[in-house]
Structures are given as structure tokens and as C-alpha cells.
């Protein structure tokens, strides 16, 4: 079956999302909520990834499956986002997420507190 062109694309990784929120963030002509979002600054980007973060929170103790994986969604959208104003890749992440593996999770806090 062939996929409707009106309709929008799925996305199948993190990268997808990155790509689209880079996207959007380089069409000056565009009015969409992430262009709005780069436009208000780091500050208020980073505002929502906190709000987002409680918001998966609480719906992670309850008992709404779909819930969580909505607020999830909204989570890693508002992190691309952030990401995306900070200039930061997400092939930084995954460098570092590289970089832990093997590490122990304690030693790991450890080492940033000494930082």
C-alpha cells in the first residue's frame, strides 16, 4: 500500500527528528512552532525540555500507557530542539554515550562532580 504524500512522514530514528528540526530551523520563510521556539532562545528552549521532562514524569506513575509515550514524544522533540539551539550534534550524545559504555554508572557521576 502506498503512503498517502499528504500525509506526514513517520519517523524511524532520532536522526529523522534532528533532521527535521535542523530543517526548520534553516527555513527563514517558515512559521512553525519549532521556528518559533529557536527564535525565543536557548533559555526558553531549555524551559520546555524541564517542562516536558516533569510532564513524562508524572505520566510515567500513572497508568496511562499512552500517556507516557506521548509525553515521551514531546520530551525527545523538545530535546532536539534544545539540542538544535545549542549547536550541539546528536552524534555528540552518542559520542558520549560511547564514550560510558563500559563505565560504571557510579564511577561515571563520580567523575562529573570532580569536574
Known amino acids: 500500500m ?3 504524500p499528504a500525509a506526514p512522514a513517520a519517523l524511524v530514528s532520532l536522526e529523522d527528528l534532528a533532521a527535521i528540526v535542523a530543517s526548520r530551523a534553516a527555513d527563514e520563510n517558515a512559521t512553525s ?3 518559533t521556539l529557536l527564535a525565543r532562545g536557548v533559555a526558553k528552549c531549555a524551559q520546555k525540555l524541564g517542562e516536558e521532562a516533569v510532564e513524562t514524569a508524572l505520566a510515567a506513575v500513572g ?3 499512552k500517556a507516557v509515550i506521548s509525553e515521551a514524544a514531546d520530551l525527545l522533540y523538545h530535546l532536539a530542539v534544545l539540542l538544535q539551539a545549542r549547536g ?3 552524534e555528540e550524545v552518542y559520542a558520549e554515550l560511547g564514550r560510558r559504555t563500559g ?3 557510579l564511577d561515571e557521576k563520580a567523575s562529573r562532580r570532580g569536574a
Do not use: E, P
Open 33 to 35: 512552532y519549532t521556528r
Open 103 to 105: 563505565q560504571s554508572g
Open 88 to 90: 550541539v550534534a546528536l
Open 63 to 65: 497508568d496511562d500507557t
Open 2 to 4: 502506498a503512503q498517502d
